[in-house]
């Protein structure tokens, strides 16, 4: 290629022809990008007049140990097909960060099928993303309503609560105002809300449905928060109600929680189940992202921690205090007493090793068993899912 490439913030006539580059490389048009025009950031590479390559990114806080950290969530990126092969991606994702790091990101998460790619570049994948299917007439034959009441539709009251169950975890989005309105207009989704009568509302659901070429639909659900088993027992009753017009439930890519009341509470094993492209974390400013996440509040520690440097040169050590609540990480001469590359640093961050033995199997490298259960032990009190898209 002969003429200079240019990286830019994307004007009205640029963003214009991303969205229709976006729909050449992709194969379809990519809805998001008009959706999000007045929440996201958009950064392009320019050649010749003309835009090759670009991609979304979006500042929000994500829940990790309770707290809100800032995330640069990166989504619809593409390059040109006639600008494929010489590492245009590469160059293009560190110009859709930069805005957002000056804005305040020190964590990144990415959903994308080129998981090799984005392992390269820094990202991991705390833990697989699976989607449910389960037969609706053994939803029907498994679950009872009990005295649960159903409304239609979403409350500030439902936000909220959301938002609680969100904290439980580690990588749910922290949903800004507007992001449930994109949602429902995006997916065309159903919103329910579950409580006992008297008592506030204790389970949130949305769902669309498919509709047949023959007959009926296929129910698809986007939303699953629930405050309690029999909530959450509730809320796959009513779904099993769908049965005279549909024969499957599907649980939309990570849209299930990782509890087990839907497979202890079934009669019949039939579900199935399909492994997605999983979400990734990256640590951009790791004496941030540790400072601003939460802790747990019984552990007081201090682990001399080894972090290889992206592309294997060299390495920084670090002590990692962890007290009240709080923690802090600074450099150190001390020699690291765990050995962590900056992807597995990741998993660690998002609680993704759930024992010493994961952890070493991952390849994670400790000279002392004590400090490496110490270490896993930090994060893993929350469980890492992601059930937003973007």
């Given at each position: 290629m002969s003429k200079q490439l240019t990286f830019t913030p994307a004007n009205d006539g640029l963003w214009q022809q991303y969205e229709e580059l976006a729909a050449r490389a992709y194969g379809h048009p990519i809805g998001d990008i008009t959706h999000l025009r007045d929440h996201a950031d958009l950064q392009v590479a320019v050649r010749g007049g003309q835009v090759v390559a670009g991609g979304l990114g979006l500042l929000v806080d994500q829940f990790f140990g309770g707290s809100p950290v800032p995330s640069a969530c990166l989504g619809d990126g593409c390059v040109a097909p006639e600008e494929r092969g010489d590492h245009l991606a590469t160059r293009m994702t560190e110009q859709r960060l930069r805005p957002l790091i000056e804005r305040g990101a020190v964590i990144s998460a990415i959903s994308t099928s080129s998981t090799g790619y984005a392992r390269r570049l820094g990202w991991e994948a705390p833990v697989p993303v699976l989607a449910w299917e389960v037969p609706i007439d053994d939803l029907k034959q498994s679950f009872t309503m009990a005295d649960f009441e159903v409304e239609h539709g979403s409350s500030d009251e439902a936000q909220s609560l959301q938002r609680d169950l969100a904290q439980q975890w580690n990588g749910p989005v922290l949903r800004p105002t507007w992001w449930t309105?994109?949602?429902?207009?995006?997916?065309?989704?159903?919103?329910?809300?579950?409580?006992?009568?008297?008592?506030?509302?204790?389970?949130?659901?949305?769902?669309?449905?498919?509709?047949?070429?023959?007959?009926?639909?296929?129910?698809?659900?986007?939303?699953?928060?629930?405050?309690?088993?029999?909530?959450?027992?509730?809320?796959?009753?009513?779904?099993?109600?769908?049965?005279?017009?549909?024969?499957?439930?599907?649980?939309?890519?990570?849209?299930?929680?990782?509890?087990?009341?839907?497979?202890?509470?079934?009669?019949?094993?039939?579900?199935?189940?399909?492994?997605?492209?999983?979400?990734?974390?990256?640590?951009?400013?790791?004496?941030?992202?540790?400072?601003?996440?939460?802790?747990?509040?019984?552990?007081?520690?201090?682990?001399?921690?080894?972090?290889?440097?992206?592309?294997?040169?060299?390495?920084?050590?670090?002590?990692?205090?962890?007290?009240?609540?709080?923690?802090?990480?600074?450099?150190?001469?001390?020699?690291?007493?765990?050995?962590?590359?900056?992807?597995?640093?990741?998993?660690?961050?998002?609680?993704?090793?759930?024992?010493?033995?994961?952890?070493?199997?991952?390849?994670?490298?400790?000279?002392?068993?004590?400090?490496?259960?110490?270490?896993?032990?930090?994060?893993?009190?929350?469980?890492?899912?992601?059930?937003?898209?973007?």
């Amino acid at each position: 290629m002969s003429k200079q490439l240019t990286f830019t913030p994307a004007n009205d006539g640029l963003w214009q022809q991303y969205e229709e580059l976006a729909a050449r490389a992709y194969g379809h048009p990519i809805g998001d990008i008009t959706h999000l025009r007045d929440h996201a950031d958009l950064q392009v590479a320019v050649r010749g007049g003309q835009v090759v390559a670009g991609g979304l990114g979006l500042l929000v806080d994500q829940f990790f140990g309770g707290s809100p950290v800032p995330s640069a969530c990166l989504g619809d990126g593409c390059v040109a097909p006639e600008e494929r092969g010489d590492h245009l991606a590469t160059r293009m994702t560190e110009q859709r960060l930069r805005p957002l790091i000056e804005r305040g990101a020190v964590i990144s998460a990415i959903s994308t099928s080129s998981t090799g790619y984005a392992r390269r570049l820094g990202w991991e994948a705390p833990v697989p993303v699976l989607a449910w299917e389960v037969p609706i007439d053994d939803l029907k034959q498994s679950f009872t309503m009990a005295d649960f009441e159903v409304e239609h539709g979403s409350s500030d009251e439902a936000q909220s609560l959301q938002r609680d169950l969100a904290q439980q975890w580690n990588g749910p989005v922290l949903r800004p105002t507007w992001w449930t309105r994109w949602k429902e207009d995006k997916g065309g989704l159903t919103m329910y809300r579950f409580n006992r009568p008297g008592h506030p509302t204790a389970g949130v659901l949305s769902l669309a449905t498919k509709r047949h070429e023959r007959h009926g639909a296929t129910v698809v659900v986007h939303d699953f928060w629930a405050a309690s088993q029999p909530t959450a027992a509730a809320m796959l009753a009513f779904l099993g109600r769908h049965n005279t017009r549909a024969q499957t439930i599907e649980f939309r890519r990570g849209a299930l929680p990782p509890y087990p009341t839907l497979l202890h509470g079934l009669r019949h094993h039939r579900p199935t189940v399909e492994s997605w492209h999983p979400w990734m974390l990256r640590i951009l400013d790791i004496p941030e992202a540790v400072r601003l996440r939460g802790w747990p509040a019984d552990l007081a520690t201090s682990v001399p921690i080894e972090t290889e440097n992206e592309g294997g040169e060299g390495s920084d050590c670090w002590m990692l205090h962890i007290k009240d609540g709080t923690a802090e990480i600074t450099p150190t001469s001390a020699e690291g007493q765990v050995t962590l590359t900056r992807q597995q640093l990741a998993v660690w961050y998002a609680g993704g090793y759930r024992s010493t033995t994961s952890a070493r199997l991952a390849g994670v490298r400790a000279g002392s068993e004590s400090a490496l259960a110490t270490l896993v032990r930090s994060t893993t009190y929350l469980e890492p899912w992601l059930p937003d898209h973007f």
